[in-house]
Nanobody, 118 residues
Framework: QVQLVESGGGLVQAGGSLRLSCATSGITFRGYAMGWYRQAPGKQRELVATITSGGDTNYTDSVKGRFTISRDNAKNTVYLQMNSLKPEDTAVYYC????????????WGQGTQVTVSS
């Protein structure tokens, strides 16, 4: 059974930090690019960051310099370190796994809530 389980969300004050984790099982982890997405109320789900199997990363402009995506292939886990958090970062954050060879094969976690207060 394929599972992606996010953890690490919570309530923090502006300027604080959180580290999200996404533990995967049931997939060949090195065969997937990983990504973090988020969705705030009234907004579309948006891409936050991606990381390839080899460790190449990309970020949406609004989080560049503040967020860092990483992966531990030995632990089948992807992380999102979030620093200098802003109220605008408040959203449900979702983990995604996209197969390197089959475009239609992807999996989603159930999400973790991040709330940043002023």
């Amino acid at each position: 059974q394929v599972q992606l389980v996010e953890s690490g969300g919570g309530l923090v004050q502006a300027g604080g930090s959180l580290r999200l984790s996404c533990a995967t099982s049931g997939i060949t982890f090195r065969g997937y690019a990983m990504g973090w997405y988020r969705q705030a109320p009234g907004k579309q789900r948006e891409l936050v960051a991606t990381i390839t199997s080899g460790g190449d990363t990309n970020y949406t402009d609004s989080v560049k310099g503040r967020f860092t995506i990483s992966r531990d292939n030995a632990k089948n886990t992807v992380y999102l370190q979030m620093n200098s958090l802003k109220p605008e970062d408040t959203a449900v954050y979702y983990c995604n796994a996209a197969n390197n060879w089959f475009a239609g094969v992807n999996f989603w976690g159930q999400g973790t809530q991040v709330t940043v207060s002023s």
